[in-house]
Each structure stands twice: as structure tokens, then as C-alpha cells.
């Protein structure tokens, strides 16, 4: 994996060169954009500096979801209902105005994602108290416990907006090479087991013991979240393993598969984010993706 920098002059790429993005970002790779190519006028990001949540326990970040329009995890007790209302409509703006460079940059992408959330963290990410499946600051997967992807891949757009300090992250070396250190015989399916109905004996085919997948939620979806909370309660791995340190200075973006790169932020503030979950279809590269590596160390479908 790499950290590629995307010059100026390349942010309306060519068909070609948009399709060279995408598989560089499911190969496990970062884009890197030392200007934002979403810039936010310079009001909306001196009114997002001076919001703090006072408890930082109450939520992790801020959240605005596009499919309903509604801003969500905002600490009322000291934020007033104008300050809402602004909040949402920079929110809103910012959601819209990543999607319309996307919808350029990764053209092949384009109306084949979901558009998940966008956030606002407005905390200092240094020597934050949360609980340990919620740190930030421990190399994980990406997997959500209530929005199973389904096979779709999770990209994140990420914006430092702090005026002067770099967010720091590490990470590790991709999905492929990091899940095949631990699971190739747990989720090898025991002879005969019945994949096509995806019951009990698919769950426990990949590992997850009598947990039985929910309505909602694969043989896929389970093992990811699974995946995810053992890669941050694994000290051994979090010392041992890989790792790689970026900085991202004040005032860039940058956008990553976080399905894919383990990583964990270790310091910064003020940063906003968009979500988009990349339809299985839709890929450039899909030998790569996670949901086919694990189906081929499985030699099974896990949907």
C-alpha cells in the first residue's frame, strides 16, 4: 500500500485515469489531496472551530445522514438551535459537494454506491477516553454493527480542517495479507456445510461459533464486524504488527477503502468525513475486495 498524491492538475482525470484511481483504492492504496478539492468557504470553517462537544463520552462524532436530511449525535445542552441549523446546513453542503467531485473523479462509480453518512469530529483525537471498541487510536477494519454492507466496499473522504495541526494516522498492511495471519482455518466451511441455505452451520463454517446472522446481516457482514473488534482487542498484533505513519496536514483530503487498511488516528482535531458504500458491481478490481477473499479462502459464497 501507498499514500499517492494527486497533483492539481488531475482532479478532472480522464476516463482512463479515473479507472487507474479506483483500482489503486481497492488495490489498498490512499489518494492524497494537499489542497482539498472541496474547499468550504472560510465562514463555515471558523463556525466549525469554535464547536465543541463538552462531553466527549455523549457521541463519537457528529452525523449527518443525506438520505433523510437529518443531523444526529449534536450535544443540545450547550449549542443553540441556530447553531443546529447552521451546523446542518454546512453538513448538508459539504455531503453534496463530495459527492459532485466523486461522481467526477471516480467516474466508474458513479450512481453505483450508497450514500451513507457524513460526519463532523470535533474532538481531540489524542488521549481520548472511549471504550476500547470504539478507539479510535487501535488499528482496525471498517465494519458498522447496525448497516451491513452487504458486499459493498466502504470509502471514506476525509477533510482536516484544523488551520495549523496535521491528523495523524498509521496503518497497516491491507485485508488480504492481514486476515490470512488468523482465520484461514476457522473459516474453511466444515464438509457438507449447507452455504446455500446460509444457516447455523454457514455461521459456524466461518467461524462464528452458534452466533446465527441476523435478518439484515450476512455470513459476510458478521465475520467483518467480528474481524473488526478483534484486530482492537489483539494487543499482540496491535505491537507487532505493520506499520506505517502518515500526516495530513491542515487543510487536505485524502480518501482510502477503509474495508481494506487496517488504520487508527492518533492525533488531530476538527475533521469532516463522507461515506459511501461502493456496490460490489461496481469495482475495478473485484479480486481484491474483501468479500472475495474471503470467499476464496472459504471457497464458499458468504451472501
Known sequence: MAVVSVPAGMIEPSPEQARAWCAQLESGDILYFPRTPVPLPPDDIGFLLGQQQTDSSLHKNIAYKPGLDRLSGVDTRTASPDAVARLHGIMRHYSQSVVAF??????????RWQLD????????????????????????TDA????????????RFFSNIHPRRSRDWIVS???????RQFVPRLIAPRLGSPFSRMGKGAARAIGLGSAIPSLKRSPYD?????????????????????????QFPAGSSWMVYTDTVPHAVLAGQYALE???????????????SPLRVLEEIARAPLL
Open 173 to 179: 498492511d491491507p485485508f488480504a495479507s492481514t486476515v
Open 222 to 246: 458478521d465475520f467483518m464486524m467480528r474481524f473488526h473488534n478483534f484486530l482492537k482487542e489483539n494487543p499482540a498484533w496491535q505491537a507487532q504488527c505493520p506499520k506505517y505513519s502518515f
Open 102 to 111: 466523486l461522481a467526477r473523479f471516480l467516474s466508474p462509480y458513479q450512481d
Open 274 to 288: 463522507q461515506t459511501f458504500l461502493v456496490l460490489p458491481e461496481a469495482m475495478v478490481r473485484p479480486e481484491v
Open 144 to 155: 458498522f454493527p447496525t448497516r451491513p454492507t452487504h458486499g459493498a466496499r466502504i470509502l
Open 117 to 140: 453518512y457524513a460526519s463532523f469530529r470535533p474532538q481531540e483525537e489524542q488521549g481520548r477516553d472511549l471504550p476500547l471498541r470504539r478507539r479510535n487510536d487501535l488499528l482496525h
